[in-house]
């Protein structure tokens, strides 16, 4: 059932059910766990459920945030497959990159991971993110994210391909867009005449123009 788009819309809809899940998800001790994470990540295909998932119910991010420390492999990856998903609606980018300890534990499976499907997903949703100006100071802060991010742009792991290299240095690349942008705006202010507060000169806000699909089918 749950590979149905129909389903997957219904499911995500009924919050017993999902907090059930969310709840099973944590019990990293018992083998079910996979199964329910595994299941969260088939309700993120759905791209009417995204906003639902991640403003309404708030307690999926932090547990897949936890499921992607999971010791079994299956559990990871479908963790890092659901935050692909959630991280490629710009509406909903700059809520996930706040989400406590998201972006040290997705740079962590970048790095760490061996499996060649989980490293593309986890290097994705970092991608995905990069592409929110509203994400540049969360990045920055957390150190992690331009290291592995250069990492893998050089191609330091002998199991890192040629389109990991690519996303990671396309994420590089619009992270540097973002510190350009501001430094010149603050530049303009310098500079140009005196403006209003609220003119668009005068603030630095996300366009909230989408630029890019990247989603794990």
């Given at each position: 059932?749950?590979n149905?788009c129909?389903f997957?819309?219904?499911f995500?809809?009924h919050?017993?059910?999902?907090?059930?899940?969310v709840?099973?998800s944590k019990?990293?001790?018992?083998?079910?766990?996979?199964?329910?994470?595994?299941?969260?990540a088939?309700?993120?295909?759905?791209?009417?459920?995204?906003?639902?998932?991640?403003?309404?119910l708030?307690?999926?991010?932090?547990?897949l945030?936890?499921?992607i420390?999971?010791?079994?492999?299956?559990?990871?990856?479908?963790?890092?497959?659901?935050?692909q998903?959630l991280?490629q609606d710009?509406?909903?980018?700059q809520?996930?990159?706040?989400?406590?300890?998201?972006?040290?534990g997705?740079?962590?499976?970048?790095?760490?991971s061996?499996d060649?499907?989980?490293?593309l997903?986890?290097i994705?949703?970092?991608?995905?993110?990069?592409?929110?100006p509203g994400?540049?100071?969360?990045?920055?802060?957390?150190?992690q994210?331009?290291?592995?991010?250069?990492r893998?742009?050089?191609?330091?792991?002998p199991?890192?391909?040629?389109?990991?290299?690519?996303?990671?240095?396309?994420?590089?690349?619009?992270?540097s867009?973002?510190l350009?942008?501001?430094a010149t705006?603050?530049?303009?202010?310098?500079?140009?005449?005196?403006?209003?507060p609220?003119?668009p000169?005068?603030?630095?806000v996300?366009s909230?123009k989408?630029?890019?699909w990247?989603?794990w089918?």
């Amino acid at each position: 059932f749950i590979n149905s788009c129909s389903f997957q819309f219904l499911f995500a809809r009924h919050e017993q059910l999902v907090f059930t899940l969310v709840m099973v998800s944590k019990l990293q001790d018992s083998p079910s766990h996979a199964h329910a994470v595994a299941v969260l990540a088939h309700l993120t295909r759905h791209r009417g459920n995204t906003k639902w998932i991640v403003m309404r119910l708030r307690s999926v991010v932090p547990a897949l945030v936890t499921a992607i420390q999971s010791p079994h492999d299956g559990c990871r990856k479908f963790a890092c497959y659901a935050l692909q998903n959630l991280s490629q609606d710009k509406s909903c980018r700059q809520e996930i990159a706040n989400t406590p300890e998201l972006l040290v534990g997705l740079c962590t499976r970048a790095r760490k991971s061996t499996d060649e499907a989980e490293k593309l997903s986890v290097i994705s949703a970092l991608q995905n993110l990069t592409d929110e100006p509203g994400n540049l100071v969360p990045m920055t802060n957390t150190p992690q994210c331009f290291a592995t991010l250069i990492r893998i742009a050089h191609g330091q792991d002998p199991d890192t391909t040629e389109k990991m290299r690519y996303l990671a240095c396309d994420g590089l690349a619009t992270l540097s867009h973002w510190l350009r942008k501001v430094a010149t705006s603050a530049q303009s202010m310098e500079n140009g005449p005196v403006e209003e507060p609220n003119s668009p000169r005068a603030l630095f806000v996300p366009s909230l123009k989408v630029v890019t699909w990247n989603q794990w089918e």
